[in-house]
RNA sequence: GGCCCCAUCGUCUAUCGGUUAGGACACGAGCUUUUCAAGCUCGGAAGCGGAGUUCGAUUCUCCGUGGGGUCACCA
């Protein structure tokens, strides 16, 4: 177990060959949290290993996802750091010097075989139906490597190991899972097994958050961790994600979005952090809306899940609109404008908790504008027929009408309310749906829109006498 | 197939041996100021199966079943 006192460090360390998913991301986040929980060091490092897989533009894509949802680094390969640079490739130096290490010690030696070989003793194993084993073929003198070959690991000490896991508790595994896996590749860059365990060394990581994919390949780490005497960090194995169907592990190829595809979608960032923070994790109480503050200060890596959970974008939309609706007014009104631009400013305010009621994404207006809240700017369309409530006569929809305007004229339509106290009680007496259908239908004309005073409230006196009057016209 | 991990309402989960098994999403019903939306109230809904340990198991142990992961010059 490693030093309580330690300053904790821990870091997110995605390889650039992709988007980023809610896997990472969530990976990143709990790492992210646990380092701020305990005022600690949180370090974004890029795997970039593997030269052939490594896709153009990841590693932006995969800053602007974390800096999107606030996810900020305290040392990367943008900002620099105490244990510059933060480019795997780059530390190249790094791995060679442990890697002579090893070789002094007799620990590493170099592949001798060729792919083919390899190849044909893999199958000949996998033909008796044995576990293919490279240590098996390990030869009895070692060559100087040159570095043109493979440089692997020889394991010392061919046992089951048993780990502390901070997640799944005491994790074990047979000898299988030990073999002499290669630290450095032919092109000279290493592995992700041997580079990780320098940079955290190197970095000073006291804590590696990752998901529980890395369990079977742990005894690897150990035994190497073990042949540089290396105390290791704490190991906290993250639950899968699932797909929709519960069923496979959610990852790029089955489904998994691109986190920035949330964002164009609409999504709020706190409510992102939110929903891929409960991916996982819960306070213990019973608080399900979360900021990520309140989230990093309730966060216990004890707390964790052992078990896998399906993303149910459903409550990711729910979630949404909690956050939306926490905002301040004027972050409502500043988002709504951006997707009702022509709209007036002191028309949108006085529309913004009808459209923030309609909504779980600031997106969604775009869907429900046309017909939903149109008629606010363009005078609507009146069907005379539709204007009638029920099987009553054109007569009494004009003399409800009629005697609404009069109240308007005269009346206070400072607030909902207000509107409410001038119209409803005339209502009331009149009946509800013969006095409030003509005058909703009216002022919409929408057979299905929001309550007749809040209309005649957004509308205002004047608009709203205009859209009567209109009306009344054509009853007589 | 070998090795390993996981298992509570449809879904996400709480419970750290004793609870009427709690909450949230979704769903259903009702309420409210015509309709729609929102909101509020109520409701249905769960411990994978079998042994054991124990006065008592959802909780601890074992076996089974189901699901997942992993067996690369990928991370």
Redo the contacts with the bound molecule.
């Keep these: 177990m490693s030093d309580t006192n330690k300053k904790v460090v821990t870091r997110f360390?995605?390889?650039p060959?992709g988007f980023m998913h809610v896997g990472g991301v969530r990976t990143a986040l709990y790492a992210w949290a646990w380092a701020k929980k305990n005022d600690g060091t949180f370090i974004l490092r890029i795997?970039d290993?593997?030269k052939?897989?490594e896709v153009e533009g990841s590693i932006a894509h995969i800053m602007e996802s974390l800096k999107w949802l606030g996810i900020e680094w305290d040392q990367g390969p943008d900002i620099g750091g105490s244990h510059a640079p933060y480019l795997q490739s780059e530390r190249l130096e790094s791995y060679k010097k442990y890697a002579n290490i090893l070789i002094e010690k007799g620990l590493a030696y170099p592949?001798p075989?060729?792919?083919e070989e390899?190849e044909s003793f893999?199958k000949n194993a996998e033909d008796e139906?044995k576990?293919?084993?490279?240590r098996d073929h390990r030869p009895e003198k070692f060559g100087v490597w040159n570095g043109t070959?493979?440089l692997r690991f020889k394991v010392p000490v061919v046992k089951?190991y048993t780990w502390m896991d901070e997640v799944?508790?005491?994790?074990?595994?047979?000898p299988?899972?030990l073999?002499d896996?290669?630290l450095i590749?032919?092109?000279g860059?290493?592995?992700?097994?041997f580079?990780?365990i320098i940079d955290d060394l190197e970095m000073g990581v006291t804590h590696i958050m990752r998901a529980?994919?890395?369990?079977?390949?742990t005894p690897k780490f150990l035994s190497l961790y073990e042949a540089l005497e290396i105390i290791p960090p704490v190991l906290v194995?993250l639950?899968?994600i699932?797909g929709k169907e519960?069923?496979?592990?959610l990852?790029k190829r089955d489904g998994a979005k691109d986190i920035l595809e949330y964002r164009n979608d609409g999504f709020l960032a706190d409510a992102m952090v939110n929903f891929l923070a409960?991916?996982?994790w819960?306070p213990?109480?019973?608080r399900?809306v979360m900021t990520p503050l309140e989230i990093i200060e309730s966060f216990d890596i004890s707390?964790i899940?052992?078990?896998?959970?399906?993303?149910?974008e459903?409550?990711l939309?729910?979630l949404n609109?909690e956050h939306l609706?926490r905002q301040s007014d004027e972050v409502k009104l500043n988002e709504v404008k951006k997707h009702l631009p022509d709209y007036p400013e002191d028309l949108l305010k006085r529309l913004l908790p009808?459209i923030i009621?309609?909504i779980s994404v600031y997106s969604q207006i775009d869907h429900i504008e046309s017909t939903?809240f149109r008629f606010f700017i363009d005078s609507p369309e009146v069907d005379i027929e539709k204007i009638i409530?029920k099987d009553e006569t054109k007569d009494q929809a004009a003399i409800h009408l009629e005697e609404v305007k009069r109240l308007i004229e005269s009346g206070d339509l400072s607030s909902?309310?207000n509107v409410?106290k001038l119209i409803?009680p005339y209502?009331e007496v009149q009946g509800?749906?013969s006095v409030?259908?003509p005058?909703?239908?009216s002022l919409s004309g929408?057979?299905?829109?929001?309550?007749?005073?809040?209309?005649v409230y957004i509308l205002g006196k004047e608009e709203s006498i205009k859209r009567i009057e209109k009306v009344l016209e054509k009853l007589t």
């Design positions: 360390a995605p390889s060959t795997e290993t593997d052939a897989r592949d075989y060729t792919k390899i893999r139906k576990v293919f084993l490279f070959q493979p089951s799944r508790g005491e994790l074990s595994a047979g299988e899972a073999d896996f290669i590749k032919s092109d860059y290493p592995t992700y097994n580079a990780h529980d994919e890395f369990i079977a390949s194995t639950p899968p699932l519960g069923t496979k592990k990852g409960f991916l996982g819960n213990g109480d019973e399900d707390r899940h052992k078990s896998g959970a399906m993303l149910d459903e409550k939309l729910w609109k609706k009808s009621d309609r939903e409530w909902v309310e409410n409803m209502a509800k749906g409030l259908w005058l909703r239908y929408q057979e299905k829109s929001i309550d007749p005073f809040t209309l």
